[in-house]
């Protein structure tokens, strides 16, 4: 189990341009989530995929923000036509879900964002 | 919807002093509550967690209460140490029809 990797680490782009961030969650796990996280604040869900299917997505910050997870495994999280609002750090966590409740997230290091 | 609110940090205390970080929500039913915690320049980690109305989470000589009557889910620790220095957050869900939603998080400092 090497825990939750989230590349690249730094993005620095220039406004108007695409971005694209990649999570891998830990093998066994069924759910992925992603968030934004700024500064002094706590992470804001973005949206959650369980397996392959995205549950929730109406928290997506704009129609600019989209996310796959197409085979189940890792997910990318893409960014069109950036703003400097959209800098943040991005963060992915995984769980697995198998009945019951309070089934805890495990967080990866994040993709900081920065648009210039 | 729902919310979590945490108290304003900095929290500044001496080693072996007692910690408390209070937490509320808001939200319908009763859905399961969360500490996390993040050392400096590493991610967010569970720290522990509840399910239902009166349990009690703990991990690492911290403990916290679900309260359903005063939608409260405090962090305390007895004896804190320079090494718990990091910021923690209190969080609901998910689970069920539960979006996941966090604090604000709280800085702790502890000197020696």
């Known amino acids: 189990d090497t825990g939750v990797s989230q590349n690249p680490r730094h993005k620095i782009t220039k406004r108007g341009q695409n971005v694209t961030f990649r999570c891998d969650p830990i093998s066994e796990h069924n759910r992925l989530y992603w968030y934004r996280q700024t500064l002094g604040q706590g992470p804001e869900f973005l949206t959650y995929?369980?397996?392959?299917?995205?549950?929730?997505k109406s928290r997506l910050l704009s129609d600019r923000f989209s996310a796959e997870r197409p085979k189940g495994s890792f997910s990318t999280l893409e960014i069109q036509r950036t703003e400097q609002g959209d800098s943040a750090m991005y963060l992915c966590?995984?769980?697995?879900?198998?009945?019951?409740?309070?089934?805890?997230?495990?967080f990866g290091p994040g993709t900081r964002l920065t648009v210039t | 919807g729902d919310s979590v609110t945490q108290m304003e940090g900095p929290v500044t205390l001496s080693e072996e002093a007692f910690l408390t970080i209070n937490c509320t929500y808001t939200?319908?039913?009763?859905?399961?509550l969360f500490w996390y915690v993040q050392y400096p320049g590493e991610g967010l980690q569970l720290l522990l967690k509840?399910?239902?109305?009166?349990d009690k989470g703990s991990n690492k000589g911290f403990e916290a209460t679900y309260r359903k009557e005063t939608t409260s889910f405090h962090l305390e620790k007895g004896s804190v140490q320079v090494s718990d220095s990091a910021v923690y957050f209190c969080a609901l869900g998910p689970g069920g029809s539960y979006i996941p939603t966090f604090g604000r998080g709280t800085s702790l400092i502890v000197h020696p």
């Open positions: 995929f369980q397996n392959e299917a995205q549950l929730e």
């Open positions: 939200a319908t039913g009763y859905p399961s």
């Open positions: 509840a399910t239902k109305a009166d």
């Open positions: 966590a995984s769980s697995f879900l198998a009945g019951g409740r309070g089934h805890e997230q495990y």
